[in-house]
């Protein structure tokens, strides 16, 4: 039992910390809390679901596009809504203010589009599954941790062994600096942008074939989760969002298949109060979030 629900929840907790890098990522440029991450989980389902329909139900062709269009809606969400704050030295409020405007506005457009009512998701093909020590794993669990994984080191890599991985660290330590430097600061700023519809996308995609299903509410759900995984391992820490997301899935899914199902989505409430209380700044944070 608890070695199934452990590995239930890293499934699920792997897709959590995709999310949960590309809110940190933008954070760690900008120091701005993106609250239309989650709609762009949600975006990226529903366009999966949308062009495996107009691909004639060429799975991988559905996914690329989804892919594409989600990063590209990350990188508008930059070039028109957050450009023009930056070039009018704007409150970092109104930022964030824009953020939680554009993510009502998905979020409706998504409502509009669809309806209210939660949709099947389909499946390309038939997985299987295998026992591993007592517990029931499917090979699309390990697809999903595998793909995980695998965006995770290569996301590693770039950010600290690249130019342009350079270049966003030296835009989040100091963005003044980084200009006189000769860096593209707008640039570097609509990457990070695209990075993070990038991977909102393939998780939430990943997620919509794990349940088979996708709803409205999604995006709000994963909203709650990713900032408290962000929270969970340092605010702007790379390393602490991966390790953030993993343990909010684990304990939510211990906690749902122990304590109740109910309970679940609390959980990553129960998770913030208690870091917040005891360690502001993180378990991989320092005492004052410096842009790192």
């Known amino acids: 039992m608890f070695l199934q629900q452990l590995l239930n929840g890293i499934t699920i907790g792997s897709t959590y910390a995709l999310v949960a890098i590309g ?22 389902a529903y366009l999966s679901l949308v062009m495996y329909g107009i691909t004639g139900n060429r799975f ?8 594409g269009l989600t990063a590209t809606v990350g ?30 506005m998905i979020d409706n ?35 999903i941790l595998s793909v ?5 080191g290569t996301l590693t890599l770039i950010v600290y062994k690249t130019k342009i991985g350079k270049a966003m660290r030296a835009t989040a330590q100091n963005i003044e600096a980084a200009k006189l430097m000769g860096i593209n600061i707008n640039g570097v700023i609509s990457f990070t942008f695209i990075i993070s519809g990038i991977l909102a996308s393939i998780a939430g995609t990943l997620v919509g074939m794990y349940y088979q299903t996708v709803d409205v509410n999604m995006g709000t759900s994963i909203g709650m989760k990713i900032f408290a995984s962000a929270i969970l391992g340092g605010v702007g820490v790379l390393p602490g969002a991966m390790f953030g997301g993993l343990s909010i899935g684990i304990i939510e899914t211990l906690a749902a298949g122990y304590i109740s199902s109910g309970y679940r989505d609390a959980i990553a409430f ?23």
């Open 23 to 44: 809110f940190t990522l933008v954070f760690g440029v900008l120091e701005l809390t993106n609250f239309a991450n989650g709609s762009l989980y949600m975006l990226g």
């Open 60 to 67: 991988v062709l559905a996914f690329l596009l989804s892919i």
């Open 75 to 104: 990188y508008c969400l930059d070039r028109f809504g957050l450009r023009r704050l930056r070039e009018k030295k704007a409150p970092k409020l109104a930022g964030l203010i824009t953020t939680l405007g554009m993510s009502t």
């Open 109 to 143: 457009a998504i409502m509009i589009w669809f309806g209210s009512e939660t949709k099947p998701f389909p499946m390309p093909c038939e997985f299987g599954k295998i026992e591993f020590g007592g517990a029931v794993i499917s090979w699309l669990q390990i697809l």
């Open 148 to 152: 995980s994984l695998i965006l995770m």
């Open 270 to 292: 129960a998770v913030l109060i208690v870091v917040l209380l005891f360690k502001p700044s993180g378990l991989f944070g320092k005492q004052q979030i410096n842009k790192v």
